[in-house]
């Protein structure tokens, strides 16, 4: 039994490309460590798609 548990913790602790344990602060911590930002165009929100969420506002 006690061999079932250390196969499960490691799998629990497995590490994602960035090379840390997953979990979200982990990745953003990661990613800033490491200098890997995105493009602007990649995380800002587009004036045409903006409008077409506020089209759907209230109803």
Do not use: D
């Amino acid at each position: 039994m006690s061999k079932l548990k250390k196969k499960a913790r490691k799998s629990s602790s497995k590490k994602n490309k960035l090379g840390v344990k997953n979990s979200l602060v982990n990745n953003i911590n990661a990613r800033r460590r490491k200098g890997k930002s995105r493009a602007k165009s990649k995380h800002t929100v587009s004036k045409e798609s903006y409008k077409k969420m506020q089209n759907g506002w209230g109803k």
